[in-house]
Structures are given as structure tokens and as C-alpha cells.
């Protein structure tokens, strides 16, 4: 397959999952919990609570892959990962749930022990605290950094609408029940990526791409 064909199908992605799944919108500047009764996504979302939001995300991943060169798709795995669950919501990121009583989505079978690149999202998040508390969703800096990733894979930059809110809930569940693994019959996975509009060729490209980082 092309180069060409795999850098259309994982940008094909990115932009997918930035503006077809987002979760419900916050308000700028409101903390990442904020609930809104819509997508307002826009780009630009932190222009005035928090500035250089984009460049603090940037600086990091760049710094980290200069010593991890499999960073870039392990970010875009991850975002893929959190975003075909329930939407792109941060939920892959939450260690536990309120009531505590659910296995989170990270310890799905679906993710087991092979996502990488969350170290890297609790370092941006750490830094943008600093500069900008409680301002930043973890939703919004998935997909900043699975943009980073996607530059730094030789691919063209594109812009990324913000606003998303994090989610409170996480199941395992629903990770084993929507995300393919290496076992997923090849009838299932088609199934699965059509329903995300995407073609069977592109559906091999992209898991490929991810599957093994």
C-alpha cells in the first residue's frame, strides 16, 4: 500500500474524530467538567483562557519522541482507542469512576496492557495546570496531541477545534464492546469501520498502523 494511501486514511481519522465524535461541549475556560448542551466546537477554543495551549501540548510530544520515535502512533492509537468507544471523552484516561464499582475502560480486554502514550498526556496535563488550572479538558488535549503526532508522522498540520468536556464514567464494557482487537473476526472489524464511514481498505491501513505500536 502507498504512502500516500496510509497518510489519507490515519488523517482521514484524526479529522473524523475531531469533528464528527466529540463529547458534549464546555464553556471557554470553565474547567473540564463543565456540561453544555451542545458540540460547540470550534477552533481557537482557549484563545483567551489559555493561550499557548497548543504549543505547551507541541513542545511536549516533540520533546518526548525525540527519545520514543513509536510515540506518534501510539497517541493516534490512544485517541482512536478513547474516541470509538463513546466518543472523544478522556474516558480511556480515568483510573477510577465515581461509584468505584466498574472495571475502567484502560483494563479492557480491548486495551489490555498495550496502550502507551499515557504518561505523556498526564505530562501536558501537569504543565498546562501550571500555567492554565483547571481550564483545559483531557478530551481536548487527546486530540491536540494525537495532532502533534500526526505532524510529527510527516503528515500535514491541521487545525483543531476545541471545547470538548471530560467524561465522569468509564467501563470496560464498552471498550471490549466496540473497539477491535488482533482476535476480531475480519466480517466484525469491517462491520465495525463501516460504521465510521470507513472503507475496508482503509480500515487495513489504519489498523495496521495501530494495532502494534
Not at 44 to 59: M, R, T
Not at 84 to 110: H, P, R
Amino acid at each position: 500500500m502507498s504512502r500516500r494511501l496510509i497518510a489519507a486514511t490515519i488523517l482521514t481519522f484524526t479529522l473524523f474524530t475531531i469533528v464528527i465524535l466529540p463529547s458534549a461541549a464546555q464553556e471557554p475556560g470553565e474547567g473540564p467538567v463543565k456540561v453544555d448542551g451542545g458540540h460547540g466546537l470550534h477552533v481557537g477554543f482557549y484563545a483567551k483562557s489559555c493561550p499557548n495551549v497548543e504549543d505547551i501540548v507541541a513542545d511536549v510530544v516533540k520533546r518526548v519522541q525525540q527519545n520514543d520515535p513509536k510515540l506518534p502512533p501510539a497517541l493516534i492509537r490512544l485517541f482512536f482507542h478513547d474516541c470509538f468507544v463513546k466518543g472523544c471523552d478522556a474516558s480511556i484516561l480515568l483510573d477510577t469512576t465515581a461509584s468505584g464499582s466498574n472495571l475502567v475502560e484502560k483494563t479492557s480486554t480491548a486495551n489490555g496492557e498495550t496502550l502507551r502514550g499515557l504518561e505523556v498526556i498526564d505530562e501536558i496535563k501537569a504543565e498546562l495546570e501550571k500555567q492554565c488550572p483547571q481550564t483545559v479538558s483531557c478530551a481536548d488535549i487527546l486530540a491536540y496531541a494525537a495532532r502533534e503526532a500526526v505532524v510529527l508522522a510527516g503528515l500535514p498540520r491541521h487545525n483543531v477545534p476545541a471545547g470538548r468536556r471530560d467524561s465522569r464514567t468509564s467501563r470496560s464494557d464498552d471498550a471490549d464492546e466496540n473497539l477491535p482487537t488482533a482476535r476480531t473476526p475480519l466480517n466484525d472489524l469491517i462491520h465495525i469501520f463501516a460504521r465510521r464511514n470507513f472503507t475496508v481498505e482503509e480500515m487495513v491501513v489504519f489498523y495496521r498502523q495501530t494495532i502494534h505500536v
